[in-house]
């Protein structure tokens, strides 16, 4: 999941840009931004070994050529969330073609940007994307170092359970992108250092007795009694449905726990490398509707918690795809093209996007698609005091950082799958020359490495989230890593910071999420903080730009007559 700061990052004094997906998926980089204080991420490099022999090609050599042997496709398109979904993505392309497609400006091309886009585009509108910096994805974005290898914002793992993402894929025809894992759940075990712990779902059974099957098979992390505490603990969850689920909003995960009689060693054996995976916080600062959320959709659908990686980089591998459908429809998205000022009419509707070049863009619908914390930074003041707005104060994004070291050999001690940590200082890992093709390496591993809680650490060096890293990952590979090197020694490092990601999931903030459709005549949000029902997640990113795109569908009407209204008053004065 990227960001901006206040007005200003990288490439101040760019002039707009009109994306070349082709330039951007054949040019490397390697940028060592140092963003501060305000700023919403800042990513850096250290190369320790430059003399080191790679084991795959690099800028202009042949790739290899690799057989990736991955688990089949699951049978996801006759499930009632994927066939809802296809059903609402057919709206817009079986909506009527408008006589005046409507010009409509979006800011920001992260996930929720570019679904937004490219909904509009289906039915007929003209959208105009604009992203702040030069590369594509928001909290998805990736980028290149010299070496040609890519290092990422976050480690994204898309799960069965992301009807709408699932539909996006097929409906941009990349199915085949998504390399798609066993049907497990693998935790690492601190008190047994180098050792894992499997949930298996089998695959011959239905939801849920899938998930239920896995749970009881495995004895390692919950006794036969916890086992039990848990499941009548559950039992109104699941009776309950959606309703009791937002019900629990106002509750920690730990707290709910400990109401329902769970005992505390199911919230610390399973729960808090749950929590930190979710939504990057322990069980005592998250809401339970968030694992409420998720156990639903993992125990109700088949294969729901199977889980798949992208074969490549996020921006070239699915972002592009999108842009190219855009621009296939006649719309556009610009890169440099950053937001300064929310330029408003005498009635405080939106008059124009202000660009940070000087230059205005007016349409007859605007949409902000950034992250929350840059929405509060431009919301104009004469609309801070308004309800719908005034609630986005309890939504702050939650700092998290991402880190990619290069060993000079090949870890033995992983799987070709998304591990828990149960570290302190970690979430989730990956041995990414494993799991995904476009990085594959029969020599040298690369670990992506999720480091949260991130609060106390994003103010650090480099060095020392790297020095603390390798103590975990000694834990985890206790005979082939070592904290001083004496083991596998690292090649390079590249450490990518967010201090403002997905909002914070904390209790109390259901009521403060707002709907696409703003009371503000013309003007829309998107992103994943919106109200719609996967909360956090790049689901939750995709499936508020189809809601965003459905209410400006929905506002043709009033939205022409607008711009007759504008256009009438113009010619008088």
């Known amino acids: 999941m990227s960001q901006w700061a206040c007005v200003s990052a990288a490439n101040l004094s760019c002039q707009a840009s009109i994306i070349n997906t082709q330039k951007l998926r054949n040019t490397p980089r390697c940028d060592a931004f140092s963003f501060k204080g305000s700023e919403f991420m800042a990513q850096s490099c250290r190369f320790l070994s430059p003399q080191a022999i790679y084991g795959r090609p690099r800028n202009g050599a042949c790739p290899l050529k690799v057989v990736c042997v991955d688990y089949p496709r699951p049978d996801l398109d006759n499930t009632a969330n994927f066939l809802e979904a296809a059903y609402f993505s057919s709206t817009f392309r079986a909506s009527p073609r408008p ?10 091309a992260g996930l929720a940007g570019l679904a937004t886009a490219k909904y509009l585009a289906d039915a007929g509108h003209k959208p105009i994307l604009l992203e702040a910096r030069d590369v594509l994805g928001g ?3 990736a980028w290149k170092d010299k070496d040609g290898d890519w290092y990422e914002t976050g480690l994204h793992i898309f799960f069965g359970a992301y009807p709408n993402i699932q539909n996006l894929f097929g409906e941009l ?3 085949d992108r998504l390399q798609w894992k066993e049907h497990s759940m693998i935790f690492a075990m601190p008190n047994k250092p180098g050792e894992f712990s499997r949930f298996d779902f089998p695959e011959v059974l239905p939801a849920p007795l899938n998930g239920i099957w896995a ?5 390692e992390m919950l006794t036969w009694p916890e086992k039990i505490k848990f499941a009548i603990g559950l039992l109104p969850a699941i009776l309950g449905g959606q309703a009791y689920v937002e019900a629990q909003d106002g509750l920690s995960v730990k707290d709910w726990m400990r109401k329902q009689g769970i005992p505390d060693r199911v919230t610390t054996e399973v729960f808090i490398a749950m929590s930190k995976a979710l939504n990057f916080i322990n069980p005592d600062e998250l809401s339970m509707q968030c694992i409420l959320i998720a156990l639903n959709r993992f125990l109700q659908e088949k294969h729901g918690s199977k889980m798949a990686f992208l074969d490549g980089s996020p921006p070239e591998r699915l972002c592009a795809p999108i842009v190219d459908h855009i621009q296939s429809l006649g719309g556009e998205v610009r890169i440099n093209s950053r ?7 005498k009635d405080g509707t939106v008059k124009s996007f202000v660009l940070n070049n000087g230059s205005m863009i007016e349409a007859d619908a605007y949409v902000f698609a950034t992250p929350v914390d840059i929405l509060k930074l431009l919301l104009p003041d004469n609309w801070k005091e308004i309800p719908y707005f005034k609630k986005l104060e309890k939504l702050v994004g939650v700092p998290v950082i991402n880190v990619h070291i290069w060993f000079d050999r090949k870890l033995k001690n992983t799987y070709d799958h998304l591990l828990f940590s149960r570290s302190p200082l970690l979430s989730v890992y990956a041995d990414m020359s494993v799991t995904c093709k476009e990085y594959y390496n029969p020599n040298q591993s690369m670990l992506e490495l999720v480091f949260a809680p991130a609060e106390e650490w994003i103010s650090c060096s480099d060095s020392e989230i790297i020095d603390a890293t390798l103590k975990e990952l000694a834990k985890l590979f206790p005979d082939e890593i070592a904290a001083d090197q004496s083991k596998a020694k690292i090649l390079k490092y590249h450490v990518v910071k967010t201090p403002r990601s997905v909002y914070k999931t904390v ?4 009521p403060c999420r707002p709907l696409q459709r703003s009371p503000l005549e013309g003007f829309y949000l998107a992103g994943d903080y919106t109200k719609q029902k996967y909360l956090a997640s790049m689901e939750g990113a995709v499936l508020s730009g189809k809601l965003c795109a459905q209410a400006i569908v929905q506002d043709y009407e009033l939205l022409v007559a607008r711009g007759q209204t504008r256009l009438a008053e113009a010619s008088v004065r």
């Open 173 to 175: 025809g990349i199915d």
């Open 139 to 141: 909290k998805v974005a």
């Open 507 to 510: 209790p109390g903030c259901e």
């Open 215 to 219: 749970i009881l098979k495995n004895n």
């Open 99 to 108: 006589a005046k497609p409507l010009k409509v400006v979006i800011a920001g």
């Open 339 to 345: 937001i300064q000022k929310i330029e408003l009419n």
